[in-house]
């Protein structure tokens, strides 16, 4: 799941410097098994002790390493891989190059007691809050879908998987606003005027007239939908060769719940209203599968990424690590941070407590303590993301002498 921008719809709060211009930019792995600890490998030189915390941070509280529950327990070793892809991401930002140069040092596989010692001398534990100060909030989870295709239309591959179109319109708020920062809008032309883009629905009406690349022809326009909604994917071709896709642009709706429509038309239980409830509900109704999917105005545009990309690449621009990577709203938790995640199993009471790496960001991910569970590739990592609907706390780890504004 990449980068979602700003929608249009949110702009009607902003002030009147935005307001003013309405009419022209409108919008927008499974852990490693545990091994013997042998001797921690020597650690460079402590950096500064971190400051006190910026008075008046509205979501990060200074913790200690005790009020992170399993801490001690959990293979901290198995986010190395992910550290080093942040740090591949992070190495010209000055704040992260003290603790990325000591990753470095550390090599490619440092053991578990180097790890822990590691994330403790050189970052400091800040806990996530929300806007009204409550430490809970919810996790879900996405993973990369596997769907069928071709790279021709037929009658079984019928559904076009869209690349960004030509007339998509993108505008930098912060270029008049810089506390906008990261917020977009999208648009197009009609005429001397700048409208909103195409809904979901407006697309499909148009059919072969809309005027965007096709990458390839999905089998099964539900498969497709929820390929959208996790942002990447890879399609599998008639002839055993898979391509991989990967966000490329958006066309500035906000997203919607089709799971929580059919909730309110009664029909299904709130329960029920998992991505295979959703499924099940669209192979019984196929004549309302438009009325169903045009719920949502959100529409996902396609790149084609490597072949043999390690993941989906997610919003921080490395690819995301199965179990191990997180999706949050960055403007709570520093995009490419490491966050101790304390939630549980879907549909369970069992404790998920475990570091991951925040390196991506989702439409619906957003404020303080919210969270998307990357759980990896495939159909079993599919059925444990559509079951997760969890709540849970939050840590990002900063480096010390970092301390959030």
Not at 138 to 146: N, R
Not at 232 to 253: C, E, K, M, V
Not at 320 to 335: K, N, Q, T
Request: a positive charge; aromatic letters at 8%.
């Amino acid at each position: 799941m990449s980068l979602r921008p700003f929608s249009w719809f949110a702009l009607a709060g902003l002030s009147a410097v935005l307001l003013s211009c309405a009419t022209t930019p409108p919008p927008e792995c499974v852990p490693c098994r545990a091994a013997p600890a042998p001797a921690p490998a020597p650690v460079p030189p402590t950096p500064p002790p971190a400051p006190a915390p910026v008075a008046g941070t509205p979501t990060l509280e200074a913790a200690g390493w005790t009020d992170l529950p399993g801490w001690s327990a959990d293979p901290v070793e198995a986010a190395w891989p992910a550290l080093l892809r942040s740090c591949q991401a992070l190495r010209d930002d000055p704040r992260w190059q003290p603790a990325c140069a000591a990753a470095k040092v550390l090599g490619a596989s440092p053991a578990r007691a180097t790890v822990r010692a590691y994330f403790e001398r050189y970052f400091q534990p800040w806990q996530v809050r929300n806007a009204d100060g409550s430490a809970q909030g919810m996790v879900t989870g996405y993973y990369e879908p596997l769907i069928r295709g071709s790279l021709t239309r037929s009658a079984r591959s019928a559904w076009p998987i869209h690349g960004v179109p030509a007339d998509l319109i993108t505008i930098d708020i912060a270029d008049a606003r810089p506390e906008l920062k990261g917020m977009r809008l999208r648009g197009r032309l009609d005429g001397d005027r700048v409208v909103p883009y195409f809904t979901r629905g407006e697309v499909a009406a148009q059919g072969a007239r809309f005027a965007a690349p096709v990458l390839a022809w999905a089998d099964d326009p539900v498969a497709l939908f929820f390929l959208q909604v996790q942002g990447s994917g890879r399609i599998a071709l008639p002839d055993g060769r898979f391509l991989r896709i990967g966000y490329a642009d958006h066309n500035g709706h906000p997203y919607v719940s089709i799971g929580r429509w059919l909730v309110e038309q009664g029909e299904m239980s709130l329960s029920a209203a998992s991505m295979q409830g959703i499924q099940r509900w669209a192979q019984a109704h196929p004549a309302r599968l438009r009325e169903l999917l045009d719920q949502n105005p959100s529409y996902v545009f396609f790149r084609i990424l490597p072949a043999s990309s390690d993941g989906p690449i997610g919003a921080l621009g490395v690819p995301l690590s199965a179990e191990r990577s997180i999706a949050v709203d960055p403007g709570a938790v520093p995009l490419g941070a490491p966050v101790f995640l304390a939630t549980t199993l879907p549909n369970s009471n069992t404790p998920l407590r475990r570091l991951v790496m925040a390196q991506d960001t989702g439409g619906a991910i957003k404020g303080g303590v919210r969270a998307d569970y990357f759980w990896g590739f495939g159909d079993a990592a599919g059925v444990q993301a559509g079951r997760m609907r969890q709540d849970g706390a939050m840590w990002a780890l900063l480096p010390k002498g970092w301390a959030p504004k």
